[in-house]
């Protein structure tokens, strides 16, 4: 579980970084960050590591970019692949905005997501959503640097990430 | 001059238990053919009308210090309206000690006082307290106010509060709003591992008291009208996220309706009959009102985009509320039955939060603008928009029930920062910080108690 949240604190760092950590984790040998294991394949830490568990959105948007589209595609493949799980996927928002409309907008970018990933051919009743709005930021800082890592749509293997 | 003898009006008791006060009694005085000292309060940044409150008289030690708490507590709300500047009462020539008698209106004139409070406190061998005031225009040289009120000891600031919508009711020709509460969400801990709880106080931050554990994560609580519930919004233990009703007398919670999906942003409507509030399907959000007797639901917006934080205006026969079917959002107002859609924001920027003055004349909200952060409010035609104030994250506004006042919440950078209550005046003047204990955030403004 530790080794699971040093991962994922170095994938918020950005979709930049994200990309490139993928990249490195798809090697098999057992050269890793941070000092951790490799993942094993078919576990949560697998899914986190190489295919990446989070999308990013623009301001007021629940668009998907291309590179979230990518970022889908992967979590698509693995599920299908790993198809005992249920799946949450959680939808968050930034500090910028107000908090009626961002429960709603997180809402909005969870179904984005999730409608993607049933076109990708994920079992519709495996997927359900929930939005937490603003509430759950994992980045506090006063920059759009941090602003950014919020707008997120978080999918999540099995259970709640924030409970 | 000779002081008329009281007449005393039939006693009448209102409501029940702990929130009990009766007036029996206006004592009559000859009224002035007009008043002489008079607050606009319509002006900004007035001269603050110089006001004398000595300490309530009480016959004994433990009366003495009630009387001196009341008028303490009576300053506080004066001064807090920013109408009015206290006189030090190191100043005060006189001492009042029989509170139906003349004042020597010459020794409060030559300290500048322009109105007296002066008052009576006793606690009564049946329990109960008995307390009296006297508002004395000190340029004219005569009363202009007087009651007298009966509760439970345990009631003292409120009878404070009580006063003090007198004074202010008399002096400036509005009705006041010091005997009121506030709920609101009480927030703990980083930024990034909130704990919120529901949390009430009176408006000048006393009694302040927790109503859930923090347990779960909570949000947007506003009162009933018309009765102690209050209707929010919850996540519970990890459940669906939904708009709950809470009993704030007896503690117990029901979840509103059954609805199939996340339910948020809860109002009621002024007659305290029903629920408004919006229902998330999928990626969009509507609103809804449900009947909280028959429980029957009506649909009220039927759009693919978000449509949220629904107000009512105070005949309930409209409704304002926020969408975002233009593309950003933007404050609308419809009928109460969902007919006439009309959007009403049409200055540079993003409109949300939209809140209808208790007076019917104006909506308040939020504005978010290159990055600034506003509080504003406009006409229900859309005319008129006017900033009353900006700050970091400032965020839903609410009206006090004389619609003069109005508080919101504004946060502070950092994870180590945090939200806090703030008021400002309609005038846009006089804009305080409320004092909590934590941060707080998503104030609701109670309506006068009494």
Known sequence: ??????????????????AALTLVACSTTSSTL??????????????????????FFETDSAELSPQSRDTLDKQAAWLKKYSSYPILIEGHADERGTREYNLALGARRATATRNYLVSRGVDASRLRTISYGKERPVAVCDDISCWSQNRRAVTVIGGSETG | MARGKAGFATLTRIGRAFLVIAAIAVLAWPRPAHAVIEIDITQGNIQPLPVAIPDFIGGNPDDAQLGADIANVIQGNLVRSGLFAPIDKAAFIEKIRDVNATPRFGDWRIINAQALVTGHVALLKDGRLRAEFRLWDVLAGQQMAGQQFFTTPDNWRRVAHVVSDAIYQRLTGESGYFDTR???????????ARIKSLAIMDQDGANMRVLTDGGELVLTPRFSPTSQEITYMSFGRGDQPRVHLFNIETGQREIVGDFPGMTFAPRFSPDGQRVIMSLQSGGNANIYAMDLRSRATTRLTDTPAIDTAPSYSPDGRQVTFESDRGGTQQIYVMNADGTNQQRISFGEGIYSTPVWSPRGDLIAFTK??????LIGVLRPDGSGERILTEGYHNEGPTWAPNGR???????TPGENGGPKLWSVDLTGYNERQIDTPHFASDPAWSPLIN
């Open chain 2, 182 to 192: 506030i709920v609101f969400i009480d927030e703990t801990g980083p930024k990034d």
């Open chain 1, 34 to 55: 941070d000092g951790a294991v490799a993942a094993v394949p078919g576990t949560v830490q697998d899914f986190v590591v190489n295919a990446g568990d989070r999308v």
């Open chain 2, 405 to 411: 006042v109005i508080m919101f919440f504004r946060d």
């Open chain 2, 368 to 373: 978010r603008h290159a990055g600034r952060f």
């Open chain 1, 1 to 18: 579980m530790r080794i699971m949240l040093k991962f994922r604190r170095f994938i918020a760092k950005g979709a930049v970084l994200a």
